[in-house]
């Protein structure tokens, strides 16, 4: 029991955790970092991860506990942790930030690809000891091997298509790594392409209908406007020495998507610029709104072991990214371009047991160039820096565990243009978590994190200096006219977590409560007010409070059936405000895994209550009930080679299912009924 309290330490909840592999978890490498966090953790990893990769992240990770989708059509999906997204939810790969411009609007796509991952971990609750205010919701780090860690004893090669009924949607990607010397080699590729998805019943719910959009908008069976495609490549080398490796890798990835139509508010936008494109109004199709995305990504990685007598571990990530990408109101008609150059460095120090302490000594910097051009830009180009400096020790004695952490962070905000003020702020955030081991079945933990966030540039500078609102510039993606506050103050919050785990012979399960409590929470809320049809939605600094709960429990039936349940639940409110808006309904699901000699099969069933209390001037959602199920089936091939065929049924009820979470759920539905079937062949 005291191995298990240990590794509690780091993951905090026992929620589901992957065992040492070649790849390392950012928080659960006992091996090189002993103790980074004490925070709830999820890490998916093997067949697990492989039977939950979608497309989009926010997908992937939807049935896990804690954790929701925030679709924007079916090319879009951003996580929801505890309620929190957006900026509040850190993007990272392999540990550094993805430094897209998802963050700045829900229509943006995350710019990472699930299905090359070797293992996604997501840390729910504040993270910002690690990772700065933009984590004070949690973090989502998709670790794949880009650059390689390790010199493979033989070639390996990947290659697996996959086939989806709900948007006729292909897939096929391949990975390959070898040594030549000392050098190890990393290539791997995705190439992806869909259409329209099917859907039941009508596109446009009757509520949305009623306020905002007419009959004749509506599509019954499909989303129109919602197919797209998308490609990634990457090339990754290292030179692999004795105690460490030194490497680096460049990925580039295009991803073209349509917008579900009335997502852009389209009716409203042609009128209001009827004048200016009246010369291209035979090829202006209302319903094409389409984003045309790029990115190139440089990572530089080194990492040295056993340095010295007093460092255990050194570690060193450098990303620059270049993004972009053009929102298309029409064939060869650009509505607005957001770009994001960024430099993001990371160095960690580990330090051997010294008086009873083991921990980490961290340096983090980011520079970013941020904004959008065009006539559906809200906020300006803008420089954007952060420094931070961060320190995490843990120390063990009998049953006890206590680990102590903190980060100071200062960030600045310099707009390119003359009128915009330039904003800067320091932030302190530091924690402290307990372990119990009350017997060998029984551990109790808790956690008490203090955070701060600086405002983002969306909170400070959406239309700034508007002094009419009639001049509003409407932020299309989410069809309101969006205002921010440059007097805005930092962002405060203060989480407790209590998780009580049980171990028994043949079952464990695990109970965790929480209650963040945040002063100066900067809130979007609707107004009721707006402007040529469109709501105005304010960015507000307020208190609120987010409490829930989470659970889950694993029963070994036999040597063949094990049975997975799971419950979740929060509450959000915002003083002055009442329910806070886009929170995730309370749900409950299990899974029933069957495992054979050669084969797996599984049937899950998730149950979301309806959202009644969506806030002030939204629409809620109803209930739904969806039942998946899957079967694998892994033949040998020569003495080195695999294949796995795969079948997978999704929503086979065929339920309507409008996310709570998504600013398109009154537009978008979730798929209908739906089968994916394909193979992946392993040498």
């Known amino acids: 029991m005291k191995t298990l309290g240990k590794i509690f330490l780091v993951l905090a909840s026992f929620g589901i955790f992957a065992q ?28 697990e991860l492989h039977d939950a990769a979608r497309s989009t992240i926010g997908e992937t990770l939807a049935g896990q506990p804690g954790i929701n989708n925030a679709s924007f059509g079916p090319a879009v999906g951003q996580t929801v942790i505890r309620g929190q997204q957006g900026r509040r939810v850190m993007n990272l790969s392999n540990a550094i930030a993805n430094a897209d411009a998802s963050g700045n609007s ?18 729910r609750g504040p993270s910002t000891l690690l990772y700065g205010g933009g984590a004070i919701g949690g973090v989502v780090n998709v670790i794949d091997n880009r650059v390689p860690r390790n010199l493979p004893d033989k070639p390996a090669f990947v290659v697996e298509s996959r086939h989806d009924t709900a948007a006729d949607l292909t897939t096929s990607s391949g990975r390959l ?11 791997d590729g995705v190439r992806r392409e869909w259409n329209n998805l099917e859907i039941p019943g009508f596109a446009i719910d009757e509520a949305w209908l009623e306020e905002d959009h007419d009959a004749d908008e509506n599509t019954k069976g499909f989303i129109a406007n919602t197919g797209g495609e998308t490609d990634s490549s990457t090339l990754g080398v290292s030179y692999i020495f004795s105690n460490g490796f030194a490497g680096l890798s460049v990925n580039r990835s295009n991803n073209t998507y349509g917008l579900p139509p009335g997502a852009h508010g389209d009716e409203h936008h042609d009128e209001e610029h009827e004048d200016e494109h009246e010369e291209d109004e035979a090829d202006h199709d209302e319903e094409n709104v389409f ?22 571990h050194l570690d060193y990530r450098l990303a620059y990214t270049d993004y972009g990408h053009a929102e298309m109101e029409g064939p060869g008609l650009v509505g607005t371009r957001f770009g994001n150059d960024s430099w993001q460095q990371r160095l960690q120090i580990t330090h051997r047991e010294t008086a009873g302490l083991h921990g980490v000594l961290g340096l983090q910097t980011s520079d970013e160039e941020f904004g959008a051009i065009g ?3 809200f906020i300006p180009v803008t420089d954007i820096s952060s420094r931070g400096i961060f320190l995490v020790e843990d120390f063990h004695k009998g049953n006890f565990t206590l680990e102590l952490g ?6 600045s905000y310099s707009p390119l243009d003359a009128i915009t003020p330039e904003r ?18 029984n551990s109790l933990g808790l956690i008490f994190s203090h955070s701060q966030r600086a405002p983002s540039i969306e909170e400070l ?27 805005f103050s930092e962002e405060t919050s203060n989480n407790v977590d209590i998780t009580y785990y049980l171990e028994q012979e043949n079952w464990n399960a695990t109970l965790t409560v929480f209650h963040n409590a945040f002063e100066d929470y900067i809130g979007q809320v609707t107004t009721g007010a707006a402007v040529e049809g469109f709501p105005v939605r304010a960015y507000r600094q307020m208190d609120a409070r987010f409490s829930g709960l989470e659970m889950d429990a694993t029963f070994l039936l036999n040597d063949t059936f094990s049975l997975e349940v799971f419950a979740d639940m929060i509450n959000g409110r915002l003083e002055g405000n009442g329910d806070a808006p886009r929170m995730p309904p309370s749900r409950i699901g299990s899974r029933l895994n069957v495992t054979g000699i050669n084969w797996s099969a599984y049937i899950s069933l998730l149950h979301a209550d309806k959202q009644d209390q969506p806030g002030n001037f939204e629409v809620g959602t109803d209930s739904y009930t969806r039942l998946d199920l899957g079967v694998n089936l892994a033949l040998v091939v020569g003495s080195d080679s695999e294949v796995l065929f795969f079948v997978r049924g999704s929503n086979l009820g065929d339920e309507e299912i409008r996310l709570a979470t998504s600013y398109l759920r009154g537009f978008a539905p979730e798929a209908g009924q739906s089968l994916e079937a394909g193979f992946r062949f392993t040498y």
Do not use: Q
């Open 106 to 123: 829900a229509d943006h796509a995350v710019t990472v690809e699930p299905i090359l991952a070797d293992a996604i971990e997501v840390l």
């Open 177 to 187: 790594e070898f040594a030549t010397g000392n050098l190890a080699w990393h290539f």
């Open 20 to 47: 040492e592999a070649d790849y390392e978890l950012v928080t659960t490498a006992m091996h090189t970092i002993r103790s980074e966090t004490a925070l709830p953790v999820t890490v998916l990893a093997g067949e």
């Open 406 to 411: 903190g980060r100071y962070n200062r960030d």
């Open 375 to 377: 006539e559906e830009s």
């Open 291 to 312: 984003i045309d995305m790029g990115r190139t990504r440089y990572d530089v990685t080194a990492e040295w072991r056993n340095l010295s007598p007093w460092i255990e």
């Open 461 to 487: 500078y959406s239309n700034f200096g508007l002094a009419d609102p009639e001049n509003c510039v409407i932020h299309f993606a989410t069809s309101a006219c969006e205002t921010g506050d440059v007097n």
């Open 424 to 441: 800067k702020f320091s932030t302190m955030s530091y924690s402290a978590a307990g372990l119990w081991d009350i017997s060998a079945a």
